[in-house]
Structures are given as structure tokens and as C-alpha cells.
């Protein structure tokens, strides 16, 4: 029997209800609408941590936050978990071809990939970017910025337009 394709994808603090498939009378993602129409979607997924490294690193490991430790933001942090037990060694045991792009931002060590085969991390892009665009230039809630703004600047100095065309 052939294995399916999988293609997991997450994004930070995000309702399920900002999604056009979800019937947002205003906001338009039809890319996601059409992974969701195509694929499996999961509408009654919740998140074990409203903060987004504790939430990352649960789906990665399998604990939930308040069972390791840590239901918050710590950098000093490092999650004691057999790494063999990581998503990305999981899923490479049985047989996948795995990817990691963008950033991790786990309890774990800063570089650790999570088992995954390969890692395609937003380093080189980010310095392309500060080369073309100053840093008190950049809009929108990329650096936690309050106010929320479309951004002027073309796709392809966009961190997910950089992240699609990697995957």
C-alpha cells in the first residue's frame, strides 16, 4: 500500500475561525482553503498552550506542556525527551522522506531538528531581507508590533511566500 503525502503545516496564533474554508466573512486564503478541501482537516483541534513555543514543542513531542514543565516561554529551557520519540524521527522510522522548514522554536537545544532529515531554516533568507529592507521599515506583526498592516513589500521578501516556494 502507498504511504500518503503529508504536509503538516502550523502557524502562530491563529483562529480556526480567520480562515476563508471556516466561512470568515472578510479574510481570503485560498490556498489554505484548498489544502483543507483536498486533504484532512481537523476541526476540533485545540491547542495544549495558548503560547506558541510551548505549543510547538507539544505537537513535536507528543506531552503536553504542563506535563514537561514548561507551559510558558523560557530560552534557558531544554525538554528532556528521548529524541528517537520526536515527530520528525517518527515519521523518518516509518520510511518518510521529512523536511523542516522555517523555524523550530522548541524546549530543545536551539539547532536540535527534531529528527527530521533536513532543515531549511529562515537564516539566509532573513539576511536577504535586512539587505533589501531596513528593520524600522518593516510592517506588519512580523517583530509583535501592536498594529497590524498589509505589507508593502513584494512576495517574495514575505517570510511565508519563502517558506511555500522551499516546501
Given at each position: 500500500m502507498k504511504k500518503p503525502n503529508i504536509l503538516f503545516v502550523t502557524t502562530d496564533?491563529?483562529?480556526?475561525?480567520?480562515?476563508?474554508?471556516?466561512?470568515?466573512p472578510c479574510v481570503r486564503t485560498p490556498h489554505l482553503d484548498l489544502l483543507a478541501a483536498e486533504g484532512v482537516r481537523f476541526?476540533?483541534?485545540y491547542s495544549d498552550c495558548p503560547v506558541c513555543i510551548p505549543a510547538r514543542t507539544t505537537l513535536v513531542t507528543g506531552l503536553q506542556s504542563h506535563r514537561y514543565g514548561m507551559p510558558e516561554y523560557s530560552e534557558s529551557y531544554r525538554i528532556e525527551r528521548d529524541r528517537e520519540l520526536f515527530l520528525g524521527s517518527l515519521m523518518t522510522a516509518a520510511g518518510y522522506q521529512t523536511?523542516?522548514?522555517?523555524?523550530?522554536?522548541?524546549?530543545?537545544?536551539?539547532?536540535?531538528?527534531?529528527?527530521?532529515?533536513t532543515w531549511v531554516r529562515f537564516e539566509?533568507?532573513?539576511r536577504e531581507r535586512r539587505e533589501k529592507v531596513p528593520r524600522g521599515a518593516w510592517p506588519g506583526i512580523g517583530g509583535n508590533e501592536l498594529s497590524?498592516?498589509?505589507?508593502?513589500?513584494?512576495?517574495?521578501?514575505?517570510?511565508?511566500?519563502?517558506?511555500?516556494?522551499?516546501?
Amino acid at each position: 500500500m502507498k504511504k500518503p503525502n503529508i504536509l503538516f503545516v502550523t502557524t502562530d496564533q491563529q483562529r480556526a475561525d480567520s480562515l476563508g474554508c471556516e466561512g470568515h466573512p472578510c479574510v481570503r486564503t485560498p490556498h489554505l482553503d484548498l489544502l483543507a478541501a483536498e486533504g484532512v482537516r481537523f476541526t476540533q483541534a485545540y491547542s495544549d498552550c495558548p503560547v506558541c513555543i510551548p505549543a510547538r514543542t507539544t505537537l513535536v513531542t507528543g506531552l503536553q506542556s504542563h506535563r514537561y514543565g514548561m507551559p510558558e516561554y523560557s530560552e534557558s529551557y531544554r525538554i528532556e525527551r528521548d529524541r528517537e520519540l520526536f515527530l520528525g524521527s517518527l515519521m523518518t522510522a516509518a520510511g518518510y522522506q521529512t523536511c523542516l522548514i522555517g523555524k523550530s522554536h522548541w524546549h530543545t537545544e536551539p539547532h536540535f531538528r527534531g529528527g527530521f532529515e533536513t532543515w531549511v531554516r529562515f537564516e539566509g533568507f532573513e539576511r536577504e531581507r535586512r539587505e533589501k529592507v531596513p528593520r524600522g521599515a518593516w510592517p506588519g506583526i512580523g517583530g509583535n508590533e501592536l498594529s497590524a498592516s498589509l505589507s508593502p513589500f513584494p512576495p517574495e521578501l514575505c517570510t511565508t511566500n519563502w517558506a511555500v516556494t522551499k516546501a
